[in-house]
């Protein structure tokens, strides 16, 4: 308890205040996520960026950005995804060893120094370690926020916790393109401050992050799994309340808390990146199915569409037909709707769960894709500002409009909430970890050839996507349980079945819930757990014996203590 500073928030706020306040922290950090996405549509069109400092173009007589070299182009972006797939496997290996606090301050700090490089950058080759650098800070932070904000939370709201934060993160793409916007009627457009000052604008929050996480709670569950019991359970009765109906809540998820900790040792043996890739010595907790089905879900979140829209806004804008003066403000208003858009996940996300957002998401997307490129052609074979050309165009960047926002309220939040949820206590922040390895893998992919497609397929890159949205529906109902309105303790019954099949992980779901009641008691109980005779919390000094992720095991279990109870009944 001494190890908890006197100027922690959690001595001051409990319950809900508590948790707006720890969600307000995260937000920051997403915030910032959001933002360093945002910045580099902006910074793009930057002409001193494009023809006199990174030399990949130069400025066409109709004033927009010409790429002379879209590899390079392409590549100053996603060598960022580079930087966030080496940072997310170093935060998270950081915040399993040293804590979830200590790497927010860790990422912050390397996001800071990321920053500054890119600010000064003089030169292309600059500008991709500088990008490198703060793709790495990234990666740390997008590897332990998201696990920090699930641990913290209570299992009927998670949901509506991490959405609330993802509004914050497209904030940050707004303020960017519109920071940016502003920026660029400086000296016509023609000084390096209209993409230097935005870039830099971003270590503002970012020092505030640092400055600030230290005063804030260590994840209780953390706190469990390293053995520090006593601050976990003051922290957990901060989170959750400890008086009047909320006597007991805390006590029954911290007592889930240790024993899905203990099983978690017996049951896996190995927890390094390679032996959770390949499942390797997990036993029943299929960490390698696991790590798949988060990574393959953030390639998918790419590919659906949304980084080639976030970052080559203008350029789409402009393959629909709009011209170069007008499509900074519509990109900007673009931003605006998807903001708004995220809204919706914030009341849905626990209501319906995580599978129906995942699929309404995917149809409409999808259908908003085909005619986005449908049209987009059809304005293009009309002459350039005749009535038909220009109605559909406005068609066309209608169906992006709906694009984005569908995105917003559906896509945007749970391939970066299920990862947070799903994995072993033991190795949380890795897995979470694999989920950034995966959207790094996605967007750097995709963000090298998006130039490349756009040039060679035009509007025809819309049904690339619209089709991959295509794909994600029969692979979501196939291969991904349901983590809505369950414990973070329940998720290891959840992922215990051999099979990868859904159904028959529900299935075995059912039958492990009933034969282990002592890791689901703060779901089952209503978070009470009393003394009968006291009415007070119990507080149980050693750990559930005879827990198993195998039916069958527990099955015998059971049979030999009917025998050893009718052998004592008749002795």
């Known amino acids: ?52 400092t990174m030399k990949f173009g130069h400025k066409g007589d109709d004033d927009a950005p010409v790429i002379d070299d879209t590899l390079l ?10 930087g966030t797939l080496v940072g997310c496997l170093v935060g998270g290996w950081f915040g399993d060893k040293y804590g979830r606090i200590k790497t927010i301050a860790l990422g912050a700090a390397w996001a800071v120094l990321g920053a500054s490089l890119q600010t000064s950058a003089m030169n292309s080759n600059w500008m991709i370690l500088a990008r490198l650098v703060n793709g790495w800070g990234t990666g740390i932070l997008n590897a332990i926020v998201p696990v920090w904000a699930t641990e913290t939370a209570d299992h009927t709201s ?4 991490i959405a609330i934060e993802f509004t914050l993160n497209i904030f940050g793409v707004v303020v960017a393109y519109w920071l940016e916007y502003g920026c660029s009627f400086y000296m016509q457009g023609q000084s390096s401050f209209v993409w230097r000052f935005p870039i830099a604008f971003q270590i503002a929050p970012l020092l505030f992050l640092f400055g600030i996480v230290w005063i804030f709670p260590e994840s209780p569950r953390w706190l469990v799994k390293v053995g520090r019991e006593e601050e976990a359970r003051y922290i957990l009765g901060r989170l959750r309340g400890e ?11 911290f007592q889930d808390v240790r024993n899905i900790a203990e099983l978690e040792r017996k049951t896996a043996n190995r927890q390094s990146y390679i032996a959770m890739l390949f499942g390797l010595g997990s036993g029943k907790l299929h960490t390698g199915r696991r790590v798949q089905l988060v990574i393959w879900l953030q390639i998918m979140q790419e590919w659906i569409g949304i980084a080639g829209v976030t970052i080559y806004a203008p350029t789409i804008f402009r393959t629909a037909g709009i011209g170069n003066s007008d499509v900074a403000w519509i990109s900007g208003l673009n931003t605006i709707t998807y903001m708004m858009s995220t809204l919706i996940c914030v009341f849905t996300l626990d209501r319906i769960g995580r599978r129906w957002t995942l699929y309404w998401g995917s149809v409409v997307q999808g259908i908003s894709l085909f005619l986005a490129g449908g049209l987009s052609r059809a304005a293009q074979n009309h002459p350039l500002g005749s009535p038909a050309a220009k109605s559909l165009s406005s068609g066309a960047v209608a169906m992006i409009f709906l694009f984005t926002a569908t995105f ?52 025809k890159t819309y049904y690339i996507f619209a089709a991959a949205n295509a794909i994600t529906i029969p692979m979501v109902w196939a291969l991904y349980p349901e983590s809505n309105q369950r414990t973070l303790e329940e998720m290891n019954l959840l992922f215990a079945s051999d099979s990868i099949w859904n159904w028959e992980a529900e299935r075995n779901f059912k039958i492990l819930k009933e034969q282990n009641p002592e890791l689901v008691q703060a779901a089952q109980r209503g978070h009470s757990v009393l003394d009968p005779e006291t009415g007070l919390p119990v507080r149980s000094g050693s750990v559930a014996r005879g827990m198993s992720l195998d039916p069958n095991a527990n099955r015998h279990m059971d049979d030999g203590a009917f025998e050893e109870k009718q052998t004592f009944k008749h002795g």
């Open 1 to 52: 308890m001494d190890r908890i500073g006197s100027a922690n928030v959690v001595h001051k706020l409990e319950k809900k205040n508590l948790l707006i306040a720890i969600n307000c922290v995260c937000a920051l950090s997403i915030f910032f996520f959001g933002y360093d996405q945002g910045m580099m549509g902006g910074v793009n069109n930057a002409q001193d960026y494009y023809e006199y």
């Open 73 to 82: 182009q392409g590549g100053i972006v996603s060598i960022y995804y580079v």
């Open 158 to 161: 998670r949901g509506q916790f």
């Open 243 to 253: 008086t009047g109906e909320d006597m007991g809540k805390a006590e029954a998820e």
């Open 408 to 459: 917003g309220a559906t896509w945007l939040t749970v391939p970066w909430l299920y990862p947070a949820e799903i994995f072993p206590l033991e190795v949380r922040a890795k897995g979470n970890a694999w989920g950034v390895v995966g959207w790094s893998m996605g967007n750097g992919w995709l963000t090298l050839l998006c130039p490349v497609m756009f040039k060679a397929l035009n509007e």
